[in-house]
């Protein structure tokens, strides 16, 4: 059983900055590839970047590649979205995810998911 907690959500201004966390727990969380999501109102939830387990590879959507930074730290069970140069369309609330995949950006191919922080960036 594994377990995922966001934080690190809030209200910022467009052009701020948000670091987001992901503390996992339940299994050794250097087997999990963790991956970002997000969901904004009336929206599908989609793919934002992910970092796999063993040899850490980065993966980011387009839209936010170049303003994002996904990372790890093994030693402390945590996965960090750096968000800089924020937009109001970066409004949604924010998941992160495990799967023991080696790399996934779809959906379905997570199997473990918090419970999702809220990220809202006003104009």
């Known amino acids: 059983q594994v377990q995922l907690v966001e934080s690190g959500g809030g209200l910022v201004q467009a052009g701020g900055s948000l670091r987001l966390s992901c503390a996992a727990s339940?299994?050794?969380?250097?087997?999990?590839?963790i991956g970002w999501f997000r969901q904004a109102p009336g929206k599908e939830r989609e793919f934002v970047a992910a970092?796999?387990?063993?040899?850490?590879?980065?993966t980011y959507a387009d839209s936010v590649k170049g303003r994002f930074t996904i990372s790890r730290d093994n030693a402390k069970d945590t996965v960090y979205l750096q968000m800089n140069s924020l937009k109001p369309e970066d409004t949604a609330v924010y998941y992160c995810a495990g799967t023991i995949r080696l790399s996934a950006s779809s959906l379905g191919e997570y199997a473990y998911w918090g419970q999702g922080t809220q990220v809202t960036v006003s104009s």
């Open positions: 339940g299994r050794p969380f250097s087997s999990l590839t």
């Open positions: 970092i796999s387990r063993g040899i850490p590879r980065t």
